[in-house]
């Protein structure tokens, strides 16, 4: 059965469009996000891992940064995943310096590991 040509093109430009979506949802907005970089074992990890808010050739100068800072850290009962919310109250939050590209998130320490924040305190990038 042949399709009129306009069809075929309505559908894959339709499929493109749809194929967008998630990635754009995921994405934290006016970040960029970076491409690579694996923090986290898990192949289903977030998209916020898997496209880091910090670029994979930045982490370990932000890494470096964070352990020169010698911050506290803070005890959280739960696990340290991507998407965990975070107390507003009994943690110290951190502006992330200039030098790094981060704008609009935050940092602290949790059981020992440094971590992205977004201004609801959600978890959004574990930097290890």
């Not at 040509?5 to 006016?30: D, E, H, N, R, Y």
Request: hydrophobic share 35%; with cysteine; proline share 9%.
């Amino acid at each position: 059965m042949k399709h009129p040509k306009w069809l075929c093109a309505s559908v894959f430009a339709s499929a493109m469009a749809l194929a967008t979506i998630p990635a754009i949802a995921q994405s934290p907005a006016g970040t960029g996000g970076g491409a690579g970089g694996e923090s986290g074992s898990s192949s289903a990890m977030p998209a916020q891992q898997r496209n880091p808010i910090i670029s994979r050739e930045m982490r370990p100068r932000f890494r470096e940064y964070v352990v020169r800072e010698a911050r506290p850290s803070f005890t959280y009962p739960n696990q340290v995943v991507v998407g965990a919310e975070l107390p507003s109250s009994g943690v110290t939050y951190y502006d992330v310096p200039a030098e790094y590209g981060v704008r609009g998130y935050r940092y602290t320490i949790v059981n020992e590991h440094p971590v992205l924040v977004d201004p609801g305190y959600r978890i959004i990038e574990i930097i290890d």
